[in-house]
């Protein structure tokens, strides 16, 4: 069955989206899920680097069963619109891991919607995004994190950064939180800013040139969406590919 | 080795240095004291190149160059180097890191070839050891959690690294117990205290000199100097106080 017509912008997941680029993508895009199901105490993992010169979409589920673990980390750089959902469930005691960094230019919107459902007891969930753009970019993250009636002692962490290198360019965060359980942990938390310039004239100081100290004060930024995952040649991967997108921005 | 001449510097619209003139030979270490708000910190900033410090009128000349021409770091590949007063946090980037991007930017300025992994931390091991501070420091995030004291060391370790011609020190004793204090003295002996090196030491107290003798002392006050004597002006100072040397 194909999904008659696109969302709108009064949709709240599409709120900030590029209605233009989903139309050039096509009403049929949206019915293309990704479906996972993590058995009870399997451990997956999934690293990937997103975008490219068209727009494209990416929708992911996750069923996460009894005490399993799942990891999803991404490097959104494309250069046309790019978006990444993830609807995650996870049952008793499971975790998920989400990093993602949103880096470009260009006017282009890239964003991560992830809507994670603690549906049982002891489940834990930890999502951390940093956004870098410049040239009217716009990089968001929207978050919802749902936890049942019975999902007592959930644990759930959400931290998003967004970095502007320039005026014009900018950062959506939209954290939306459902509690219904008493006895749980739900922190979120939500900055954007600009490069640190004393951190910056503090490296040229000592050498560095300006796209140099720019490009290790980006890197250190976006580093921590990325400290979870342990595979260092997929982090490395994830890193060279956001650095790699860094060329010719703003300085 | 550096000449400054009738330099006139701004911080928003106003004016802080006032026709400052100094000139520091190679071989020398000269020492600048003054009260607060005469403009030593502003000075420092100047010859760094910070941004949001306008020279209005004079000039600065580092071996022979217009030092105020240049970049930050294109300064500091020409042998600047600038000691922080407050050492800057950068979260997410080791020491070793930093140094080794920063040495080999400033090698590959000057044209030369950069340093390998090993070669750079053995360097860097040497340097650390001078300023009795341990490797596993420099492997730590720049500046993040170091105490006052550490990062003025680390200061040091970072200048012994970069080599400099000409270090500019704002203030590098400040934060410093006795003990640091004599070991990042005797670390700006033995990094900078050679006959084709000069320093710019501004400090507030004596006790830095007892350790790192100066040729000269100057008195900045008022964002120009008004005295320049042997290493007995500094202790003039320390016993009489500002208003009475300048009277």
């Given at each position: 069955?194909?999904?008659?017509?696109?969302?709108?912008?009064?949709?709240?997941?599409?709120?900030?989206?590029?209605?233009?680029?989903?139309?050039?993508?096509?009403?049929?895009?949206?019915?293309?899920?990704?479906?996972?199901?993590?058995?009870?105490?399997?451990?997956?993992?999934?690293?990937?680097?997103?975008?490219?010169?068209?727009?494209?979409?990416?929708?992911?589920?996750?069923?996460?069963?009894?005490?399993?673990?799942?990891?999803?980390?991404?490097?959104?750089?494309?250069?046309?619109?790019?978006?990444?959902?993830?609807?995650?469930?996870?049952?008793?005691?499971?975790?998920?891991?989400?990093?993602?960094?949103?880096?470009?230019?260009?006017?282009?919107?890239?964003e991560f919607?992830?809507?994670?459902?603690?549906?049982?007891?002891?489940?834990?969930?930890?999502?951390?995004i940093?956004a870098?753009?410049?040239?009217?970019?716009?990089?968001n993250f929207l978050g919802?994190?749902?936890?049942?009636?019975?999902?007592?002692?959930?644990?759930?962490?959400?931290?998003f950064?967004?970095?502007?290198?320039?005026?014009?360019?900018?950062?959506?965060a939209?954290?939306?939180?459902?509690?219904?359980?008493?006895?749980?942990?739900?922190?979120?938390?939500?900055?954007?800013?600009?490069?640190?310039?004393?951190?910056?004239?503090?490296?040229?100081?000592?050498?560095?040139?300006?796209?140099?100290?720019?490009?290790?004060?980006?890197?250190?930024?976006?580093?921590?969406?990325?400290?979870?995952?342990?595979?260092?040649?997929?982090?490395?991967?994830?890193?060279?590919?956001?650095?790699?997108?860094?060329?010719?921005?703003?300085? | 080795?550096?000449?400054?001449?009738?330099?006139?510097?701004?911080?928003?619209?106003?004016?802080?240095?006032?026709?400052?003139?100094?000139?520091?030979?190679?071989?020398?270490?000269?020492?600048?004291?003054?009260?607060?708000?005469?403009?030593?910190?502003?000075?420092?900033?100047?010859?760094?190149?910070?941004?949001?410090?306008?020279?209005?009128?004079?000039?600065?000349?580092?071996?022979?160059?217009?030092?105020?021409?240049?970049?930050?770091?294109?300064?500091?590949?020409?042998?600047?180097?600038?000691?922080?007063?407050?050492?800057?946090?950068?979260?997410?980037?080791?020491?070793?890191?930093?140094?080794?991007?920063?040495?080999?930017?400033?090698?590959?300025?000057?044209?030369?070839?950069?340093?390998?992994?090993?070669?750079?931390?053995?360097?860097?091991?040497?340097?650390?050891?001078?300023?009795?501070?341990?490797?596993?420091?420099?492997?730590?995030?720049?500046?993040?959690?170091?105490?006052?004291?550490?990062?003025?060391?680390?200061?040091?370790?970072?200048?012994?690294?970069?080599?400099?011609?000409?270090?500019?020190?704002?203030?590098?004793?400040?934060?410093?117990?006795?003990?640091?204090?004599?070991?990042?003295?005797?670390?700006?002996?033995?990094?900078?205290?050679?006959?084709?090196?000069?320093?710019?030491?501004?400090?507030?107290?004596?006790?830095?000199?007892?350790?790192?003798?100066?040729?000269?002392?100057?008195?900045?006050?008022?964002?120009?100097?008004?005295?320049?004597?042997?290493?007995?002006?500094?202790?003039?100072?320390?016993?009489?106080?500002?208003?009475?040397?300048?009277?």
């Amino acid at each position: 069955m194909t999904t008659a017509t696109l969302p709108t912008r009064r949709d709240e997941a599409w709120r900030y989206a590029d209605m233009d680029a989903l139309a050039r993508l096509g009403a049929g895009a949206l019915d293309v899920w990704k479906e996972i199901a993590l058995a009870p105490g399997e451990v997956r993992r999934h690293a990937m680097v997103v975008g490219s010169a068209a727009p494209e979409l990416h929708r992911i589920r996750l069923d996460i069963g009894e005490g399993a673990r799942a990891e999803l980390f991404v490097t959104n750089a494309g250069s046309d619109y790019t978006r990444v959902e993830v609807e995650v469930r996870l049952a008793r005691g499971a975790h998920f891991e989400f990093g993602g960094v949103t880096i470009g230019g260009a006017g282009v919107t890239r964003e991560f919607v992830t809507q994670v459902v603690h549906a049982e007891p002891e489940a834990t969930s930890n999502q951390t995004i940093r956004a870098v753009h410049w040239a009217g970019a716009t990089g968001n993250f929207l978050g919802e994190i749902k936890v049942a009636r019975h999902a007592q002692k959930t644990d759930a962490a959400q931290d998003f950064k967004g970095l502007l290198l320039e005026a014009g360019a900018s950062a959506n965060a939209v954290p939306q939180l459902e509690i219904f359980a008493d006895d749980v942990k739900c922190a979120h938390g939500a900055t954007v800013g600009a490069l640190d310039e004393a951190a910056r004239f503090y490296m040229m100081a000592r050498g560095l040139d300006p796209q140099a100290a720019q490009r290790l004060l980006v890197q250190a930024f976006i580093g921590d969406a990325f400290v979870a995952l342990e595979d260092e040649a997929e982090r490395e991967t994830l890193l060279d590919a956001a650095v790699a997108a860094l060329e010719g921005a703003k300085l | 080795m550096l000449e400054i001449t009738n330099l006139h510097a701004s911080v928003g619209d106003k004016p802080i240095l006032k026709g400052l003139t100094l000139s520091v030979p190679a071989g020398e270490i000269h020492a600048i004291m003054g009260p607060n708000g005469a403009g030593k910190s502003t000075l420092s900033n100047v010859l760094g190149g910070k941004p949001g410090y306008e020279v209005t009128a004079g000039s600065v000349t580092f071996r022979g160059e217009d030092l105020l021409a240049l970049d930050p770091h294109e300064r500091a590949a020409k042998g600047l180097f600038l000691g922080f007063q407050y050492p800057v946090e950068i979260p997410g980037v080791s020491n070793v890191q930093f140094l080794r991007e920063a040495l080999n930017s400033q090698r590959k300025a000057r044209g030369e070839e950069p340093l390998s992994g090993g070669e750079f931390l053995k360097l860097a091991k040497e340097k650390a050891g001078l300023l009795k501070m341990d490797m596993e420091m420099l492997k730590r995030q720049v500046n993040v959690g170091f105490s006052g004291g550490e990062k003025k060391r680390a200061e040091m370790v970072q200048m012994g690294i970069l080599d400099p011609a000409f270090a500019v020190l704002d203030e590098t004793d400040s934060g410093l117990d006795i003990d640091a204090l004599r070991i990042v003295g005797a670390g700006i002996n033995a990094i900078m205290r050679s006959p084709d090196k000069a320093v710019l030491l501004i400090t507030h107290y004596q006790r830095l000199l007892d350790v790192v003798a100066p040729d000269k002392v100057s008195i900045l006050a008022g964002g120009r100097i008004v005295e320049t004597g042997g290493p007995e002006l500094a202790l003039r100072l320390e016993a009489e106080g500002y208003d009475s040397v300048m009277a």
